[in-house]
């Protein structure tokens, strides 16, 4: 007896298997990549299947068939399920929620790939009555046999039926009766048609970007370049080069881009310099625009394809080249549920499409740099600004010498008077949104705490709250402490604090306060930056999200109020992701004809790590970061997983990690350091207490070997169900 096939199929549960079926009963066997529906328990679920086999450990009797397939053909080819798979093994995360997280919503909810388009068209029989004979008694019926008659024999969309002969729904079951019109449905697939326009011409080249082209090589296949160069060093205009050389060979570019970074003057640059419209995909769209785009790319009628981080799943027809834009940004890597570093995916997966990647930063990431010097990547300098521009200056105030009122220092005060003075715009960059971060009893110092977290109240303004930026609770704004009865102050400055003594100090000019709270309203954001960018605003203030990707041809001056919450972080990433900060911030000032001018207020002027930065610039920074890191055995010298846990109870946590601890002993590692369990740094978030167990090696492979041997254990451990956890590979932040 011929052994019938079984098929393989991921399903988004929280388990690190795929699950066999039999296939229904007298249909076609679904291919790989299809999307079947199935029993799943006493429930129906979508699943996928990933490949079909001859055998299985549940015996043939109790397998049971899948309920329907959904998709007549594979929405997903092989090297996409290549990379899903890879995913998965890499991350220790269960196939079927690396597939949800690869798709679009609307294919994961099960909706069909393609759309449908229903159609009426004239039948034989109905061509071959007279019109004028219909007229008489059914003009209307005439009418519409007149305009199908008309058109294409694949007769005409509903929809446009609608615009052209609005009545045609009341005689449609009439004429159907007489068999004189049909309907039918036609999918499509290539709906997404990008729009082409004429492509600009850029400019001349200077000698360091043509030495960037002649480097990266389009025909060699797989190689990583990284390049690195300052914000308006000309490496998007690079970036563009390569891109139209691909796109001219009828291939594909995926270009990816961290969250804050799809600034819609990154779009409209690369519009009007390759003619195309890109394909986005990224949160802020809608479902079906989403899954257009999607298809597009899928298909291959979207030649340039332009998302944040989930968009390194994209099908692609024919990939020629992958760009990744800021690859030093945390935004690439998700921090929930399947934590991926799309800029590593997207290395993997240029390596198996055997495709060139490019990536970018002014600030690389400290691991991209080490593989630079082990060879593994090519690394590429754009050292001078493109055109005209100069870098700017930067200086430090002490706060000691220079106490700050109201945040702002005499020095920086004097600074911003000259800059606008001369008709130059200011930016004012703090990373703490709302208006104070703190409330403090000032009788005896009691501050207001969250319920729910390790963590104090952020003072809100506008409509006076409290609010926690960890789980989100607020709560009115108290005045009187609880336990003295005292007053309660605002302490310390956030950007709407900064916002309003700006005001006082400038009353004749326009401040535009750009953070998470003021933009929070669709399209608020673009506004806001269309403005600071036309000029109208002459004082900006904004958190990090104004530091990334904005050009402002008039800033001449960017503020830093507050540089040491990175001089002192716990966190072996902290001065890495500070000089990049600040860097990132003072890439903002004198693009154009004007040098910039950058001015930092600190408490500590004399740390090492000014005079680094000072001196020698992220260069520097990041190669007494390299040997740090490398004195302390940490990555990029060793790789890390964390496996968190979080419980409404303390002991719950910990005895699933004591557990975890065991089992990853027993699985005898020696390779393998275990550190932990411990408290994570803010332990109770959201009313729940997280702890955290790291594993660290020198050797990746030990190290997967042993999380591989884990994962299964942990899944069906009882202490399990009593805990959220998680496996975070390579996480980038040690809470
Ligand atoms: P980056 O992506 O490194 O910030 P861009 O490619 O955006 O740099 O270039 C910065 C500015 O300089 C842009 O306005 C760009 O049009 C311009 N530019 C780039 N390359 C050149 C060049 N070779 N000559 C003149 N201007 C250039
Ligand atoms: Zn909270």
Same mark, same amino acid.
């Given at each position: 007896?011929?052994?019938?096939?079984?098929?393989?199929?991921?399903?988004?549960?929280?388990?690190?298997?795929?699950?066999?079926?039999?296939?229904?009963?007298?249909?076609?066997?679904?291919?790989?990549?299809?999307?079947?529906?199935?029993?799943?328990?006493?429930?129906?679920?979508?699943?996928?299947?990933?490949?079909?086999?001859?055998?299985?450990?549940?015996?043939?009797?109790?397998?049971?068939?899948?309920?329907?397939?959904?998709?007549?053909?594979?929405?997903?080819?092989?090297?996409?399920?290549?990379?899903?798979?890879?995913?998965?093994?890499?991350?220790?995360?269960?196939?079927?929620?690396?597939?949800?997280?690869?798709?679009?919503?609307?294919?994961?909810?099960?909706?069909?790939?393609?759309?449908?388009?229903?159609?009426?068209?004239?039948?034989?029989?109905?061509?071959?009555?007279?019109?004028?004979?219909?007229?008489?008694?059914?003009?209307?019926?005439?009418?519409?046999?007149?305009?199908?008659?008309?058109?294409?024999?694949?007769?005409?969309?509903?929809?446009?039926?609608?615009?052209?002969?609005?009545?045609?729904?009341?005689?449609?079951?009439?004429?159907?009766?007489?068999?004189?019109?049909?309907?039918?449905?036609?999918?499509?697939?290539?709906?997404?048609?990008?729009?082409?326009?004429?492509?600009?011409?850029?400019?001349?080249?200077?000698?360091?970007?043509?030495?960037?082209?002649?480097?990266?090589?389009?025909?060699?296949?797989?190689?990583?370049?990284?390049?690195?160069?300052?914000?308006?060093?000309?490496?998007?205009?690079?970036?563009?080069?390569?891109?139209?050389?691909?796109?001219?060979?009828?291939?594909?570019?995926?270009?990816?881009?961290?969250?804050?970074?799809?600034?819609?003057?990154?779009?409209?640059?690369?519009?009007?310099?390759?003619?195309?419209?890109?394909?986005?995909?990224?949160?802020? *769209?809608?479902? &079906?625009? $989403?899954?257009? #785009?999607?298809?597009? +790319?899928?298909?291959?009628?979207? =030649?340039? !394809? %332009? @998302?944040?981080?989930?968009?390194?799943?994209?099908?692609?027809?024919?990939?020629?080249?992958?760009?990744?834009?800021?690859?030093?940004?945390?935004?690439?890597?998700?921090?929930?549920? *399947?934590?991926? &570093?799309? $800029?590593?995916? #997207?290395?993997?997966? +240029?390596?198996?499409?055997?495709? =060139?990647? !490019? %990536? @970018?930063?002014?600030?690389?990431?400290?691991?991209?740099?080490?593989?630079?010097?082990?060879?593994?990547?090519?690394?590429?300098?754009?050292?001078?600004?493109?055109?005209?521009?100069?870098?700017?200056?930067?200086?430090?105030?002490?706060?000691?010498?220079?106490?700050?009122?109201?945040?702002?220092?005499?020095? %920086?005060?004097?600074?911003?008077?000259?800059?606008?003075?001369?008709?130059?715009?200011?930016?004012?960059?703090?990373?703490?949104?709302?208006?104070?971060?703190?409330?403090?009893?000032?009788?005896?110092?009691?501050?207001?705490?969250?319920?729910?977290?390790?963590?104090?109240?952020?003072?809100?303004?506008?409509?006076?709250?409290?609010?926690?930026?960890?789980?989100?609770?607020?709560?009115?704004?108290?005045?009187?402490?609880?336990?003295?009865?005292?007053?309660?102050?605002?302490?310390?400055?956030?950007?709407?604090?900064?916002?309003?003594?700006?005001?006082?100090?400038?009353?004749?000019?326009?401040?535009?306060?750009?953070?998470?709270?003021?933009?929070?309203?669709?399209?608020?954001?673009?506004?806001?930056?269309?403005?600071?960018?036309?000029?109208?605003?002459?004082?900006?203030?904004?958190?990090?999200?104004?530091?990334?990707?904005?050009?402002?041809?008039?800033?001449?001056?960017?503020?830093?109020?507050?540089?040491?919450?990175?001089?002192?972080?716990?966190?072996?990433?902290?001065?890495?992701?500070?000089?990049?900060?600040?860097?990132?911030?003072?890439?903002?000032?004198?693009?154009?004809?004007?040098?910039?001018?950058?001015?930092?207020?600190?408490?500590?002027?004399?740390?090492?790590?000014?005079?680094?930065?000072?001196?020698?610039?992220?260069?520097?920074?990041?190669?007494?970061?390299?040997?740090?890191?490398?004195?302390?055995?940490?990555?990029?010298?060793?790789?890390?997983?964390?496996?968190?846990?979080?419980?409404?109870?303390?002991?719950?946590?910990?005895?699933?990690?004591?557990?975890?601890?065991?089992?990853?002993?027993?699985?005898?590692?020696?390779?393998?350091?275990?550190?932990?369990?411990?408290?994570?740094?803010?332990?109770?978030?959201?009313?729940?207490?997280?702890?955290?167990?790291?594993?660290?090696?020198?050797?990746?492979?030990?190290?997967?070997?042993?999380?591989?041997?884990?994962?299964?254990?942990?899944?069906?451990?009882?202490?399990?169900?009593?805990?959220?956890?998680?496996?975070?590979?390579?996480?980038?932040?040690?809470?």
């Amino acid at each position: 007896m011929s052994a019938s096939p079984i098929l393989q199929v991921a399903i988004n549960a929280p388990l690190s298997r795929l699950f066999d079926y039999l296939p229904a009963a007298g249909s076609p066997l679904p291919e790989p990549g299809c999307r079947v529906l199935v029993p799943f328990g006493r429930q129906r679920q979508i699943g996928m299947v990933i490949s079909q086999a001859t055998e299985s450990a549940v015996s043939l009797n109790k397998l049971r068939r899948i309920s329907a397939t959904i998709d007549p053909e594979p929405v997903l080819r092989e090297q996409d399920i290549w990379l899903i798979r890879f995913t998965s093994d890499y991350y220790h995360h269960p196939l079927g929620e690396v597939v949800a997280a690869a798709l679009p919503a609307l294919l994961r909810q099960g909706k069909p790939l393609n759309s449908v388009t229903q159609r009426l068209a004239i039948t034989g029989e109905g061509a071959a009555q007279s019109l004028s004979v219909i007229a008489r008694r059914a003009p209307k019926q005439a009418e519409l046999l007149n305009l199908l008659g008309g058109s294409a024999s694949d007769g005409v969309p509903f929809s446009e039926l609608d615009e052209l002969m609005p009545g045609w729904r009341r005689i449609r079951k009439t004429m159907l009766d007489k068999s004189w019109i049909r309907i039918f449905e036609s999918t499509s697939e290539t709906e997404y048609e990008p729009q082409l326009t004429a492509a600009s011409d850029g400019p001349i080249l200077n000698a360091d970007q043509n030495k960037a082209l002649q480097a990266i090589s389009l025909d060699a296949g797989f190689g990583v370049s990284l390049l690195e160069g300052g914000t308006g060093s000309g490496k998007t205009e690079v970036y563009v080069r390569l891109m139209k050389d691909v796109l001219a060979s009828g291939r594909q570019v995926l270009v990816l881009v961290p969250e804050i970074g799809l600034t819609p003057q990154f779009v409209s640059r690369l519009k009007e310099r390759l003619g195309i419209e890109p394909a986005l995909l990224h949160s802020s *769209l809608t479902d &079906s625009v $989403r899954l257009a #785009a999607w298809r597009g +790319a899928r298909c291959g009628s979207a =030649p340039l !394809v %332009l @998302g944040t981080r989930s968009a390194v799943f994209t099908p692609l027809r024919n990939p020629g080249l992958i760009v990744v834009d800021e690859e030093h940004d945390t935004s690439f890597k998700q921090q929930e549920g *399947l934590r991926y &570093s799309a $800029r590593d995916l #997207a290395i993997a997966r +240029a390596k198996h499409l055997d495709v =060139p990647i !490019v %990536l @970018g930063s002014a600030t690389p990431s400290i691991e991209s740099l080490q593989h630079c010097s082990d060879g593994m990547y090519q690394h590429i300098s754009l050292p001078t600004r493109a055109g005209n521009a100069v870098p700017p200056l930067m200086r430090l105030v002490d706060l000691n010498q220079h106490p700050p009122q109201d945040g702002i220092s005499q020095p %920086l005060l004097d600074a911003i008077e000259v800059n606008l003075r001369s008709g130059g715009q200011v930016l004012i960059f703090l990373n703490r949104r709302g208006f104070a971060p703190t409330l403090i009893c000032s009788n005896c110092g009691h501050v207001a705490e969250c319920r729910r977290c390790d963590a104090r109240m952020t003072v809100h303004s506008g409509e006076p709250k409290l609010l926690c930026h960890h789980c989100g609770a607020s709560r009115p704004v108290e005045s009187q402490c609880p336990e003295c009865d005292g007053q309660f102050r605002p302490l310390g400055h956030g950007t709407e604090r900064l916002e309003e003594s700006l005001n006082q100090h400038f009353p004749d000019k326009t401040i535009t306060r750009i953070d998470s709270d003021s933009t929070r309203l669709k399209d608020t954001m673009n506004k806001a930056l269309a403005s600071a960018t036309r000029g109208d605003a002459q004082i900006l203030v904004g958190t990090q999200m104004l530091s990334k990707g904005h050009h402002f041809p008039n800033l001449t001056l960017v503020g830093v109020i507050n540089a040491d919450q990175g001089l002192f972080g716990t966190d072996f990433r902290s001065s890495e992701r500070m000089s990049q900060g600040l860097i990132q911030v003072a890439g903002r000032s004198g693009r154009e004809q004007r040098q910039g001018e950058v001015i930092i207020q600190t408490g500590f002027p004399k740390h090492p790590f000014w005079n680094e930065l000072f001196s020698g610039g992220y260069d520097h920074v990041a190669r007494s970061v390299l040997r740090e890191r490398e004195a302390a055995a940490w990555p990029p010298f060793s790789r890390l997983a964390l496996i968190r846990a979080a419980a409404h109870k303390r002991s719950d946590a910990r005895r699933f990690l004591e557990i975890a601890r065991e089992k990853a002993e027993a699985a005898g590692s020696s390779n393998v350091r275990i550190l932990g369990p411990v408290s994570a740094p803010m332990e109770r978030r959201a009313g729940r207490y997280h702890a955290q167990l790291l594993l660290q090696s020198p050797d990746r492979q030990a190290l997967h070997r042993l999380l591989q041997a884990l994962r299964p254990q942990l899944e069906s451990d009882t202490t399990a169900r009593r805990v959220r956890w998680s496996m975070d590979v390579d996480p980038i932040e040690l809470f």
